[in-house]
Structures are given as structure tokens and as C-alpha cells.
């Protein structure tokens, strides 16, 4: 799990006033068709947003910031990809004491911000049709919170 995730997440528990809203300005845009929602989390510096399926377990989330601590390493890499026009690699990653299939992606968007994609699978099914959901994401009216 990345750094800005856990950063993400800890201010989301330690922080009274964080509230996850159904805001999609700052979060990029999902298809209509894949039945996913926003949770949102603006930070000081970044937007964190999670993509929920209809049964409230996570698809995937993107924190999009002016940099990430996600440092892609070459051995990691698994399967090419093309997200909001972008080319680039998943990256496999290992989450501690969890049997899932893991990968990560970093996009460059508008601003010189920067998106990492990460996602969290139970099987090869649905870690294909996670990353087909954000391989479809469009970061025209990705913008980072003022807070």
C-alpha cells in the first residue's frame, strides 16, 4: 500500500472534520455504464477518491496530487495500459497480510498533477474489469481541494 494512501486514510480516522462527499468536480470522470460512485476525501494537497461498486466494496482509487511517494520499479511490472490518453504499465505491489492481487499506476493529468491509480482484487476477474473501469476514466475536471 502507498505512503499517500495511508497518509490519505489517516486523516480520514484522525481527523474529525473529514467527510467523504458525492462530489465529482474534483474526481475524474467514471463511465455511466460501470454503476460505480465517488466517495471523496480532499486533503491539504490532494483529492482522494475511492470507486465504489454498488455493494460499497471498493473497484479502485485514485489520489490525485502535484506528486505521489508511488515510485513505479521496472521489476514490478505487469500489464500495459492507456488511461486518459496516457500509455504506462500496472505495477504489482504486495499489501501486507492480505491475499489479493494488487497493482498501482501513476497518470500524469492536467496541471502538472499527477493521478496514482491503485486497486485491490479478490481474483483475475475482477482485477480485469477494475482496471478496464479506470482505463476509462477521464480527468477533465480533476482539480486539487484549496483546503
Not at 474534483?26 to 480532499?42: K, M, R, V
Not at 470507486?51 to 514490478?76: C, H, K, M, Q, Y
Request: aromatic share 6%.
Amino acid at each position: 500500500m502507498s505512503n499517500l494512501y495511508r497518509v490519505a486514510l489517516a486523516i480520514l480516522v484522525l481527523a474529525p472534520g473529514a467527510a467523504f462527499a458525492q462530489s465529482p468536480a474534483s474526481c475524474p470522470s467514471l463511465p455511466a455504464d460501470t454503476g460505480l460512485t465517488w466517495e471523496q476525501l480532499d486533503g491539504p494537497g490532494f483529492v482522494f477518491c475511492r470507486a465504489l461498486r454498488g455493494d460499497g466494496s471498493e473497484a479502485f482509487a485514485v489520489t490525485i496530487s502535484d506528486s505521489s511517494p508511488f515510485e513505479p520499479n521496472r521489476r514490478n511490472r505487469a500489464e500495459p495500459t492507456s488511461i486518459a490518453g496516457h500509455q504506462g504499465h500496472w505495477y504489482r505491489s504486495e499489501i501486507a497480510g492480505q491475499d489479493v492481487i494488487a497493482r498501482e499506476t501513476l497518470v500524469e493529468v492536467d496541471g502538472g498533477k499527477v493521478a496514482h491509480i491503485s486497486l485491490r482484487a479478490a481474483d483475475e476477474t475482477q482485477k480485469a474489469q477494475a482496471m478496464q473501469q479506470a482505463q476509462a476514466l477521464r480527468f477533465e475536471d480533476a482539480r486539487l481541494s484549496s483546503n
